[in-house]
C-alpha cells in the first residue's frame, strides 16, 4: 500500500475501524493490527451488515483480500 | 499475516473458532492446525450457517482462500 | 497446506471424503490422490448437492482452486 | 496436478470425458488434448447443461481455470 | 495452452469461431489473433448471447482471462 | 496482449471505443491512452449500460482487469 | 498503470474523484493518495450508490483490486 495509506493505518491503531468487505458484509471494531496485505486483527468487533441486528464478534482475523474499503475514525 | 494474526492464530489451537467463508458459508469448530495461507484444520466442526440446522462434520480441512474471517474465543 | 493438512490428507487415501465445492456443490467419494494445491482425484464418486438426487460421478478429478472445504473420515 | 492426475488424464485421451465449468455449465465430449493447467481439447463435444436440450458444439478448447471437475469415462 | 490448442487456434485463424465468456456472454466472429493468454481479436463479430437479437459488434478485442471456451469451426 | 491487439489499441487512440466490463456495466468513450494490462484512460466516456440512460462521466480510468470486451471503431 | 493514468492520478490530487467498485458500490471524495495497484486514500467521502441517500464515510482506504473505474474532474 502507499506510504499514505500506511501512515492513515498506524494512526487507527487502537482506534475503532469500519471495514467494508467482498459479498457485502460491513464490520466495525478496534483495530489492532494490520500488514501490507490489508490482513486485519480487529478487537471488540461488531457486524453491521444489518444496522438494526448487530452481532458481536469480539476478537477478529480479517483476511486482506476481502476488504473493499477501510473507514479510520475522523482524525 | 501479520505477527499479531499469527500469535493470536497459535492462541487459538485447540479453542473454539468461527470461521466464515466467501459464498457466506459459517463454520464452527476447534482450531487443530493452520498455516501462513490461513488453510485450517478444524475438529469437532459444525456447519452453522442456518443456525437452526446446524450440521456436524467432524474433521475439516478448509482452503484458506475462501475464508473472511476468523473468530477466535475471548481471551 | 500445513504439515497437519498433509498429514490428514495421507490418512484419508482410500477413504470416503466429502469435498464442497465454489458455486455450492458437494462432492462424496474416495480419495484417491492428492497434490499440495489441493487437486483431488476421487473414485465411485457422487454428487450429493440435493441428497434425495445424489448422481453418481465415477472417478472424478476435481481442480484444487475450487475447494472450500474437506471433510475426512471420523477417526 | 498430481501424477495420478496426469495418469487418468492420459487414459482418458480419445475417451468421452464430462466436464463441469465454472458458472454451472456441463460439456461432454472426446478428451483430444490438456496440459498441466487442465486447458482442454474436446471433440464431438456438446454441451448438456440442459439435459433435455444438448447443444452440439464439435471441437472445443477449454480454459483450464473455468475446470471444476473432470470425470473420465469408467476404467 | 497445449501445443494441440496452440494448432487448432492457428487452424481457425481467420475463420468462424463461437465464443463462450464468463458471466454467460457469447460472442461469434472470425478469429483474427490470439496470444498464449488466449486474448483474442475477432472481427465481424456479434454478440450472440440472446439468440434472437444479435448485436453487430464489428471488430474485438477480448481478454483472454474471460473466454471460457472457443469452439473453432467443423475440420 | 499480442502484437495485433496491440496494433488495434494504437490504431484507436483518440477515437471512440466501447468498452465491456465485468458485472456488466458498458462504457463508451475516446481511447487516450492503454497499457498492457489493459488499464485504459478514456474521454468523453459515458456509461450506456442502460441505453436510455446514458450517464456522462467525462474522463475514466479503467482498471484492465474488468476489461471482459473492446470493441474499436470499424477500420 | 501507464504514464498517462499516473499523471491523471496526480493531477486529480485534491479533488474530488467518483469511483466505482466491483459488487456496484460507489464512493465519491477526494483524492489524497494512490498507488500503482490504484489502492487510494480519498477524504470527505461518501457512499453515493443510493443516489438519494448518500452516506457520509470520512476518510477511506479502497483496495485497489475492487476499483472499476475512476472519474477525475473536468480538466
Same mark, same amino acid.
Given at each position: 500500500?502507499?506510504?499514505?495509506?500506511?501512515?492513515?493505518?498506524?494512526?487507527?491503531?487502537? #482506534?475503532?475501524?469500519?471495514?467494508?468487505? #467482498?459479498?457485502?458484509?460491513?464490520?466495525?471494531?478496534?483495530?489492532?493490527?494490520?500488514?501490507?496485505?490489508?490482513?486485519?486483527?480487529?478487537?471488540?468487533?461488531?457486524?453491521?451488515?444489518?444496522?438494526? #441486528?448487530? #452481532?458481536?464478534?469480539?476478537?477478529?482475523?480479517?483476511?486482506?483480500?476481502?476488504?473493499?474499503?477501510?473507514?479510520?475514525?475522523?482524525?
Amino acid at each position: 500500500m502507499s506510504e499514505m495509506a500506511n501512515k492513515i493505518f498506524e494512526e487507527s491503531l487502537n #482506534k475503532v475501524v469500519l471495514v467494508q468487505l #467482498k459479498g457485502g458484509r460491513t464490520v466495525r471494531g478496534r483495530l489492532y493490527s494490520f500488514d501490507q496485505h490489508m490482513n486485519l486483527v480487529m478487537e471488540d468487533a461488531e457486524d453491521i451488515t444489518e444496522v438494526d #441486528k448487530a #452481532k458481536k464478534l469480539g476478537t477478529l482475523i480479517v483476511r486482506g483480500d476481502n476488504v473493499v474499503l477501510i473507514s479510520p475514525p475522523p482524525r
